[in-house]
């Protein structure tokens, strides 16, 4: 990638962080609910449920909603590629002389710079709760929610790529996520599902967000078969195959959309 494309990239993304710096609304909830999901659904599953489990539910909850945190507000945070477009301001960006795909993933890499930012306050939660932790497995958690938030970035530009308005998009993304909080096991034990669940499953991208995450933090640990569910390296491969896949169709697909107007 050339100099001037990597300036566009870092300017793009830097407009996205600045924006969430200003807006002290967004802040506070981004902090705020996965805080409480944290702190209690994972600490009344622990106390109900963990001694049969095997393994600590606050843990197995806080490693869920981390990397569905991270994910979801990066996808989220691509609705202002809407914005943009109801503004004029995405046609402005289109004409420069810059890759297509130099703008759009200026945009992933600035929602999930904000995205991680979260992450990291959520880690800093835990910590205070006492989630169980080394510090080997809280500094892992910082690659993955990278990698976690760049997944759920390209995610957002293939489902955004087709919606025509803010409200659509708001409208769409709970039909679209909430089904997968369940089928990705961020709350919820999954290793054993019905055939027809097991497939919806398997196509959920927060699926391997969320087991990419577990997989690194339980690394070497008894408790990491039980909550794990397919090797590290096929949820690399995965996640790794999915971002570039959204990458590519969702950007064709907008720009085409930006070229039709």
Do not use: C, H
Request: glycine residues 10%; aromatic residues 12%; hydrophobic residues 55%.
């Amino acid at each position: 990638m050339r100099a001037g494309q990597i300036d566009a990239v870092l300017t793009i993304a830097y407009r996205d962080v600045l924006k969430f710096a200003r807006d002290r609304v967004r802040i506070v909830a981004s902090f705020v609910f996965p805080a409480l999901f944290v702190a209690v659904l994972g600490g009344s599953l622990q106390g109900n449920l963990g001694e049969a489990a095997g393994y600590n539910f606050l843990v197995f909850t806080f490693t869920g909603i981390l990397a569905q945190t991270v994910f979801q507000s990066a996808a989220l945070g691509l609705i202002s590629m809407i914005e943009d477009r109801e503004n004029d301001f995405s046609q402005e960006i289109f004409v420069a002389p810059i890759s297509r795909y130099a703008i759009v993933f200026g945009k992933i890499l600035g929602e999930s710079a904000v995205a991680v930012a979260q992450g990291f306050g959520l880690i800093a939660l835990a910590l205070v709760i006492q989630v169980p932790m080394s510090l080997r497995q809280a500094l892992s958690l910082i690659p993955v929610s990278v990698a976690a938030a760049l997944l759920g970035g390209a995610f957002g530009v293939v489902v955004l790529s087709r919606i025509g308005s803010q409200r659509a998009a708001q409208q769409l993304f709970p039909f679209v996520f909430l089904p997968q909080f369940f089928l990705a096991g961020v709350f919820n034990p999954v290793q054993v599902l019905p055939w027809y669940l097991e497939i919806l499953s398997r196509i959920s991208p927060l699926r391997y967000a969320v087991d990419l995450t577990r997989g690194v933090f339980y690394a070497g640990t008894d408790e990491g078969p039980l909550v794990v569910l397919d090797p590290l390296v096929l949820n690399l491969l995965v996640v790794g195959g999915l971002f570039a896949l959204f990458l590519i169709v969702g950007t064709a697909v907008f720009v085409r959309g930006e070229r039709n107007r």
